[in-house]
């Protein structure tokens, strides 16, 4: 187990390569990538029981699935950082030739990558296909899986909810990256999704409402919960309200670094805001 | 020239199923999904042997399709079933990122394909699912002709490891080929032998090309009718062989002319051997309501059809 100190300069370098990947290549999303930096920190780092060898398979190993495939640059860098491949690889990214792909892919075969993600909505029916192989498997393992709340307006996503809670998908915990913000705008504006928790309930899934979704023990906490409710004949979620932009002041409290790099002048800025901890690719 | 029994009508669905059910015993790693049409697709006994194996998903196809692209993690082959419609046009980009893209082992299993689906009409009757399968990189794309043949695909394509469009249909019909025949992927049929015209067929008109073979010979013309199940990859080697003979070629499909098993042989002939060519296909345009044998009438689908192109693409010889 990490402390919190450890795990706060985990997050700190994954935030500094996030910025430094899509400052190199002019594109790419931080805003959303530095939201969940804390999430996959501690999914990677506390949670989950994996073999950084990787085999698509993952019999006998929790697995997670990003359906909200933009933000790739801090799953990159923690799925690097955490043993899946060479950290100098996060300088390819979105590069000709790179297994890292603006959106990740298991097309250029990057370990720790299960499926293509980036055309949204798709990810937590692939994660309750591979819960119910689970199953089938008598593999007592967990799927983990992480969406957008934005992503939430596409229809896909309402077929599984009510699958999963009608079926009792109980082997299945889903994040929702709760950070009220998408491309155009705030969520409220472009298409509000109301009362997320009483739709998740209305479909017979357990909610957990995770105010502090970029606080580190209250993340912990939230997913020690969710396992703890895992097996019981209901899928999982938590709602995790996260800061857009967290840890880099020019990028909070808007959804203008949703898909857009910071200069020069603005990642040195950033940069300082977040000193490296465990050294930069 | 050689002849072919039907030894009674039966539809291809059915050849699924049994298919089906005969993976059911001999591979544990298939798994069935259906979007609540698990009658029109056969797969009861599927479903009432291996409940444990079997997937309810409700009329919720892209849901089906992310389910089965993440059943693989962890070994497991899923067979998806629906209407070729829904199959294919209706869940485009699940298939395309989650199954495609993503490299998974993943059968796709349509019925109710082209206009023999009859009476429902053109929002049901897909014409354009052998085009967009097509064009996915990796995926393996396949028609099958009658209950014997659609049976043996079903079994042979779980052996397959990558992403595999199966399509058969609702009505009875002719089934004349082996029982116990082998089916290779990506290897063509040559049924009968002849030297004045190839007749490249897939589906439901492999049959209509034997009746097409049989008018012809009674009018002194020797026809050899190929019978394509897989479109992709295509028997490239095959096709040429038979067209340096004959020197000119009809496809036939049950599918729109674009895109379809009629451009795919196009294709092969001007890079490797141009000549002329016929097709048997809708002509971009959607299909109605009917019975379906007045429908393969209407639009131009049959022996008939077949037969009067073959006669039109050998005076085009040179």
Redo the contacts between chains.
């Keep these: 187990m990490s402390t919190t100190q450890q795990l706060q300069d985990f997050v700190t370098q994954v935030r500094r390569d996030i910025l430094r990947q899509v400052h190199q290549v002019n594109s790419g999303h931080p805003g959303g990538s530095l939201g969940c930096a804390e999430f996959f920190s501690v999914l990677y780092q506390e949670v989950m029981d994996y073999s950084s060898s990787f085999d698509m398979d993952g019999k006998n190993e929790d697995l997670f699935f990003l359906s909200n495939g933009h933000i790739s640059p801090v799953f990159y860098s923690v799925l690097a950082r955490s043993g899946f491949f060479p950290v100098e690889e996060l300088n390819t990214f979105r590069k000709i030739d790179s297994r890292l792909q603006g959106h990740p892919t298991t097309h250029e075969g990057l370990p720790g990558i299960r499926i293509a993600s980036g055309s949204l909505g798709q990810g937590m029916s692939v994660a309750i296909g591979a819960a119910h192989t689970k199953k089938m498997n008598k593999d007592s393992h967990l799927v983990y899986s992480l969406h957008g709340d934005g992503e939430l307006q596409e229809g896909q996503n309402w077929e599984a909810i009510l699958y999963a809670g009608s079926k009792g998908v109980d082997n299945l915990i889903a994040t929702i990256d709760y950070n009220k913000k998408q491309i155009d705008g705030a969520t409220d504006d472009v298409l509000p999704l109301g009362d997320l928790k009483k739709k998740f309930e209305a479909f017979d899934w357990k909610v957990i409402e995770l105010k502090e979704g970029n606080n580190i023990d209250a993340i912990k906490s939230a997913l020690e919960q969710a396992k703890n409710l895992t097996g019981k004949q209901q899928p999982i979620v938590i709602l995790m309200e996260t800061e857009m932009g967290n840890g880099v002041d020019y990028m909070m409290g808007t959804h203008a670094w949703h898909g857009k790099a910071p200069n020069d002048e603005q990642l040195e800025s950033a940069l300082s805001q977040n000193p490296e901890t465990l050294g930069d690719y | 020239m050689k002849t072919y029994k039907n030894t009674g009508n039966i539809d291809t669905r059915s050849g699924f199923g049994a298919g089906l059910a005969e993976l059911g015993k001999t591979n544990p790693d298939v798994?069935a999904l259906c979007a609540d049409l698990t009658g029109s697709l056969k797969m009861d006994e599927f479903k009432d042997n291996h409940p444990?194996?079997f997937?309810q998903?409700?009329i919720?196809e892209?849901?089906?399709?992310?389910?089965?692209?993440?059943?693989?993690?962890?070994?497991?082959i899923?067979f998806t079933g629906t209407f070729a419609n829904f199959s294919t046009g209706r869940v485009y980009?699940?298939i395309?990122?989650?199954v495609a893209?993503?490299?998974?082992n993943v059968k796709i299993c349509a019925s109710h394909a082209g206009l023999t689906l009859g009476e429902d009409g053109a929002t049901h009757q897909i014409l354009e699912d052998l085009g967009l399968m097509k064009m996915l990189p990796g995926m393996t794309v396949i028609n099958t002709c009658d209950y014997n043949q659609t049976k043996a695909a079903t079994i042979a394509i779980a052996e397959h490891e990558g992403p595999v469009y199966l399509r058969f249909g609702r009505p009875k019909v002719a089934n004349f080929t082996p029982e116990d025949q082998t089916f290779e992927i990506g290897k063509a049929v040559t049924l009968t032998e002849g030297n004045d015209v190839t007749i490249i067929a897939t589906g439901h008109l492999v049959w209509e090309a034997l009746e097409a073979a049989k008018a012809l010979d009674e009018k002194g013309i020797s026809a050899e009718v190929i019978n394509i199940h897989t479109i992709k990859p295509l028997d490239e080697t095959a096709i040429l062989k038979s067209v340096r003979k004959t020197k000119c070629v009809v496809t036939a499909e049950e599918h729109n002319f674009l895109g379809g098993l009629g451009e795919s042989v196009a294709r092969t002939l001007t890079l490797n051997h141009p000549a002329p060519q016929e097709f048997v296909a809708t002509e971009d345009t959607f299909g109605e309501s009917g019975e379906p044998l007045m429908l393969l009438d209407k639009y131009g689908l049959n022996a008939k059809a077949i037969t009067e192109k073959a006669e039109a693409v050998i005076l085009r010889k040179e």
């Design positions: 798994v444990d194996r997937f998903i409700g919720a892209a849901n089906m399709i992310g389910i089965a692209a993440g059943m693989t993690i962890g070994g497991k899923p980009d699940q395309r990122q989650s893209y993503s490299g998974k």
